[in-house]
């Protein structure tokens, strides 16, 4: 079977030919007792219909113009073709190129056209003919609407993609400037007195800045893959949460991960997501919380992944611009899968955020 573009083409090719040769021939059969001359201009007529038509994709309304003459010149030779043929192409190409504003014009001037039958052809082949060019501009319309959606639809999904991508540029990149920057401040610290504790740190910190340009080529990778990236790369999920957790303590903060309940394989846009918002949850408790100690705890419900990020420092403060856009990410990707983030100071203290990301409903 052809593919739709070749079959565009033969189409393109043939319509002309096909619509020229049946004008010629009923010009020809209707043509009993008329003269010479009457034949000659309708199949003329007939010729410049259909050679119209190679140019009905390209120059719609230019098409329709000739076809208008052409067709009334041709109905007036010969009032047995009722139907306006090579109308009817030009008119479905016009409709399905150009708006109603434009298209409507081509709809009255064809009907115009076509009222000749009322006066030369019965009452039933006139209505006949009206209701069947209304219907083709209505085929032409529905064609431009459908073409209209799926563009529109395909932009959406671009715009979502690079929404996405945003959200997952800014989590890598503030977590993991974030962490280089206090495990900085710490070795600055102790570099004097403790130069293995230095060492360290500036080991995490080597492996943090290498962990993230790994992150933004794979994320760059995904929206113009290069001969050296992996379009299936895989995607950071839950079990790499204690790799998450592991730089943070050469900067201070001491993380323990908990995991409850039986842990089953999770929806890809799901695990992605839970890490993320550990991520950012950690991100805001190094930059803004003060804290020594952060309990992330993972709980696997039959319906739902619920997340629990706690720290024992103090709550930020309300109009925290950095804090707000990170919720702001946090809770759109729980929104994406039906799920909500609450975030706020915790009870005994500390601040605390909790994810609940609904099984199924993700996407």
Known sequence: MLPPSRLMRVADLVIPWVVGLFLILVAVDESDGSAPIVVGSAVVLAVVQGAALRWRRSHPERVM?????????????????VLPVAGFFALGSLASARPPRVSLVGLAALLSTSAVNFVTATVEDAVFTTAFIVAVWALG????????????AARRAVGEEQARIARELHDVIAHSVSIIIVQAAAAEDVFERRPDQARAALGSIERS?????????????AVRPGPEESAGAPRPGLDALDALAAPLHAGGLTVEVHREG?????PAGVDLSAYRIVQEALTNTVRHARASRADVTVRYRPDALEID??????????????QGHGLIGMGERAALLGGVVEAGPAPGGGYRVHARLPLGTSR
Do not use: K, Q, W
Not at 209 to 221: I, N, P, S, T, V
């Open 65 to 81: 113009a000739v076809v208008l003459v052409a067709g009334l010149g041709y109905l007036l030779l010969i009032p047995e073709a």
């Open 262 to 266: 039986e842990a089953t394989p999770l």
């Open 141 to 152: 319309e529905a064609a431009r609407s459908r073409r209209l959606a799926i563009a529109e």
């Open 209 to 221: 800045a290498r962990d993230a340009l790994g992150e933004l080529r794979r994320l760059l990778g």
């Open 309 to 322: 990020v706690r720290d024992d420092g103090v709550a930020p403060p309300r109009n925290s611009g950095g």
